[in-house]
């Protein structure tokens, strides 16, 4: 179990978390993160993972409980 928040004030928009996990990470119309999946199970954590580690803004913390 992995719980997800975002910074939005830092987002710049670059769309690589989608890219990495779209089941969890969306974009608004602005192109800023919205998330769709607070606390994603088990099989995309190695998704939501590499998504905070891609981040070019540093936008996403992931705590994994
Ligand atoms: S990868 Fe980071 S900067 Fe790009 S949309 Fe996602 S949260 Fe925003």
Known sequence: MVEISVDTE????AGQCVL???????QDDD??????EAN???DQAAEVV???RICPAQAIT????
Do not use: K, M
């Not at 996990?21 to 969306?26: G, I, L, R």
């Not at 192109?31 to 769709?36: A, E, R």
């Not at 992931?62 to 409980?65: D, K, L, Q, S």
């Open 10 to 13: 830092r987002c710049v928009g």
């Open 20 to 26: 990495s996990a779209p089941d969890v990470f969306d």
């Open 31 to 36: 192109g800023i993160v919205t998330v769709l």
């Open 40 to 42: 994603p199970d088990a």
């Open 50 to 52: 590499q998504a905070e």
């Open 62 to 65: 992931v705590r994994e409980g």
